[in-house]
């Protein structure tokens, strides 16, 4: 059974950084895309980084730069390292797992990431 369970989240000030994890179970890194989405009140769910089984990383144009995502499959957690965070930054970020685009996605409850300016 696939279960995902985020944490790392708080308060930050712009411009300073903060890491994400995402520990998760009943997943086989080999075989599954793992990635973080985030929302915004008000605004849809939207990609942040996928990576790929093969560890290739793609990203959305926001992220570019200044998040990166990690696996350790020792733990069984990925992780979001994020910096130059941005008032805008400011969301419920999401770990994610599927086998392909068809099949069913798997998602943590999520963690609050608030950026002060």
């Known amino acids: 059974q696939v279960h995902l369970v985020e944490s790392g989240g708080g308060l930050v000030q712009a411009g300073g950084s903060l890491r994400l994890s995402c520990l998760v179970s009943?997943?086989?890194?080999?075989?599954?895309?793992m990635g973080w989405s985030r929302q915004a009140p008000g605004k849809e769910r939207e990609s942040v980084i996928l990576?790929?089984?093969?560890?290739?990383?793609n990203y959305s144009d926001f992220a570019r730069g200044r998040f990166t995502m990690s696996r350790d499959a020792a733990k069984n957690t990925v992780y979001l390292h994020m910096k130059d965070l941005k008032p805008e930054d400011t969301a419920t970020y999401y770990c994610?797992?599927?086998?392909?685009?068809?099949?069913?996605?798997?998602w943590g409850q999520g963690t609050q990431v608030t950026v002060s300016s």
């Open positions: 994610v797992t599927f086998q392909n685009t068809r099949s069913t996605k798997y």
């Open positions: 009943g997943v086989n890194f080999k075989l599954n895309f």
């Open positions: 990576l790929t089984p093969a560890g290739s990383p």
